[in-house]
Every structure is written in C-alpha cells, then in structure tokens.
C-alpha cells in the first residue's frame, strides 16, 4: 500500500508540472503553438500515467507500444512537434521585432522633427539669463546710486532753487515767472554712475492773448521740435504790454535773448560767496558759455576737514533751463 501510494503522489507532481507549462506556453508561443505543445504533452503525458498504472498481469512493455502508437496518430514523430513549435515561435519573435523596428524609426523621425529646437532653445535661453544676470551685477556695482548721494544732491538742488526764485522775485518781481522746481533724473530716481548734474526749470508765464505758439511744422525749418512763439494783435496790444515784449526779434519771442537776460540777472548779479556760505559749499557760475549752469563743490570748514554732508562727495552741476508750457506743450529755451 505504501508503495503505491507514493507512485499516486508522484503522478500528481508530474500532472502540476505539466498543467504549469500549459498554462505558460500561450505566453511564449502564441495561441497556435500552445496547442501544438498541449497535444504533444497530452500524449505524453498519457504515456506516463498508463506506465505508472499497468497492472501486474499486463505487460509493461505492451502498454508502451500502445503508447507510441496514440502518439504517432497526433503526429509523425517528436522532431516534426519541435519542429512546428519552433516556427511558431520564430514566427512570431520576427512579427514583434518587425514592430519595434517600425516603431523605433518613427520615433527617430519625430525627434528630428521636434525634439531638435529644443537644445537651442534651452541655449538660448541660458544665454539670455546670463546677459541678465551680468546687467544687473553691472547696475548694482556700478550704475547705482546709493540713498545718501541722490537725498544729498536733490537737497543742493532745492537749495539753490529756493535762493535764485527769492532773489529774483526780490531784484525783478515784474518779471512773470512761474513756480521752479526741480525736473531730470535726478527728480526720477532714474540718474545712475552718479548724482553730478540736476535741472532746474524756470517757467516763463506768457498772455494767451498776446502770444500764439507755432508748430515747427509751420515754421521755415519744417522741423517738428523747432517751434516758434510770435507776437499777435499787435494791432490792439502794441509792444510793452507784455513784459517779454522786449526780447522780440523780427515779431518772435527770441530764445537767445531770454538766455542772456537769465545770465545777467542770476549768474552775474546773484552774491554766490554769501549762498556758499549760506550752504555751507562752494557755488559759483559756469562762465564763458552760453548755457546757465551752476557749480557745487564741497569745501573745507575752519577746522580743516571737510563738510559732513559734502564729505567725499563729488561736484554738482545745476542747469536752468527757461521754459514755457501751454496745454500739452512744453517747450524749452536753448540758447
């Protein structure tokens, strides 16, 4: 009893064995040649199960014989099942291989397409980053101003146009004159390298009634920047009713005339020693140009040292610049 009950245990190892490369063999080889492998097994697989049953009284090698014979019927010997097992297999290795070449070429053909802007895109915009970066590494290590200069130089400014608008609505208050203020980048925030140079604008009030500004269009120049304020109903208003009404040249307000006026009445009269010292820096007139600018150096105090709020600092140069506004229109008088 013992002994055949482990030959029962060893016939179901086989069947487990075989049910496994069964249920396998579709995964490997494809529908047809899993079949192929089943009926060959199954065969076999007979075979074994009729050795391990033959009984005492049959003979062993009989059962063998039928065996073989239920196997030739399937097929005509083993090397035709491998045979057929392995194109079955090779049919379908060359099928995949056949696809993943397609589909590799496909691929390629995309990449070039689209996938090849995109290392110089990237370049480039690596590149402009950079240049970014060095701009403003430049801007803050040399272009920049620092708080303290640009509040010291708009501080200078304002001094300076408080004393020249006091002294002129002292010296010449029929002259009219509008509100001066401070104007340029250095009023902005928008002066860099550094705080050496300011505008102050002096605004001219004209009559509407008395002056027309021209176009530089309508002008003999034809020049859009190159306008020109004449004198109108003079019919009615003859000359001196208007204050500008003596630096007309040829019925036009003369630029050139205003200018030299401006340097005779400030630049030549104004007590610049006692502003200095009022300020506690050195101010004096640009001579020998045609243009009104102010200088603003620091200076030394009695004790030797230099000023604190001026320590270390550099000139300031203060230009006026005459204008005259109407509506939208803002124009300035060059010498």
Partial sequence: MYFQG??????????????????????????????????????????????????????????????????????????????GIEGVVMKHVAKAAKQQKADLCQQSQTSSVEVQPKPESKRLQLCVLTLQERLQQY????????????????????????????????????MPLGEMSIGGSLLDDLQVVSADHACLLVPLELEASLWRLV???????????????????????????????????GGYLSSEAVVNMFIKAIMETINWPSISSTMDCLVRPVLGGLDLRLEIRPRDNNEGAESSDVQGAEPLFISMLPLLREEDVVLTCPA
């Fill in 215 to 249: 176009p530089g269009e309508e002008t003999l120049l034809t020049h859009p920047l190159h306008w020109m304020v004449r004198r109108v109903n003079l019919e009615y208003f003859p000359r001196g009713r208007s204050y500008w009404d003596r630096y007309l040249v």
């Fill in 139 to 174: 801007y803050h290590t040399r272009a920049a101003l620092a708080p303290h200069e640009v509040q010291r130089a708009q501080s200078l400014a304002l001094d300076i146009c408080t004393e020249i608008q006091g002294f002129l609505h002292t010296r010449h208050p029929d």
């Fill in 6 to 83: 482990s030959r029962r245990r060893g016939e179901d190892g086989i069947t487990m064995v075989i049910d496994f490369l069964l249920s396998n063999a579709r995964l490997v080889l494809g529908v047809g040649g899993a079949a192929m492998l089943g009926i060959a097994t199954l065969a076999v697989k007979r075979l074994i199960e009729r050795a391990g049953r033959a009984a005492d009284e049959e003979k062993v090698e009989q059962k063998m014989a039928e065996s073989w014979e239920e196997l030739s019927l399937v097929s005509a010997s083993p090397t035709l099942i491998k045979k």
